[in-house]
């Protein structure tokens, strides 16, 4: 038990490639909407909008559901982020690589068993360089 991190951006991570590594092909393209059929539902469809990277059901298409954690929670129906992470990891991992790495303090392992995502920066790799603050008005 510990905290182990996943190396993967699952935030900004594409919807469409989430659905692929699932094994869901779209049924239907319409621009930026693509049609699969429901993940989580025998019965029913999703369509994910590529350019906002969020997806609705089309039972009812006015709501916009989110986002890659609402979807992972639809299909495994916990609201528990570490499960989450767990569960979107497991399913990339068919796709590409996807490492994890175990964290422990002082060589001791913690209690709890904490799993979170994040893009892993080598030591060697420059630091990502901030946007520089515009100049504020003066008064």
């Known amino acids: ?20 590594a699932m094994g869901f092909e779209p049924v239907n393209r319409n621009g930026n909407f693509l049609t699969f059929e429901s993940p989580y539902s025998t019965k029913g469809e999703i369509v994910v ?3 906002a990277n969020g997806w609705y059901d089309t039972k009812q298409p006015d709501k916009l559901y ?6 992972a929670y639809e299909i495994i129906g ?4 570490s499960e989450l992470n767990l569960f979107i990891a497991s399913e990339m991992k068919k796709v590409r690589e996807v490492k994890m790495y175990d964290v422990t303090a002082n060589g001791k392992e913690t209690d709890g068993n904490i799993i979170v995502a994040a893009p892993v920066r080598k030591a060697d790799q420059p630091k ?9 008005m003066r008064l």
């Open 1 to 20: 038990m510990g905290l182990t991190v996943i190396d993967l951006d699952i935030k900004n991570l594409p919807l469409e490639d989430f659905m692929k």
């Open 49 to 51: 909008d590529t350019s």
């Open 78 to 81: 916990s609201a528990n982020k």
């Open 128 to 136: 990502p360089e901030q946007p520089k603050r515009k100049r504020g």
């Open 66 to 71: 989110g986002g890659i954690y609402d979807l």
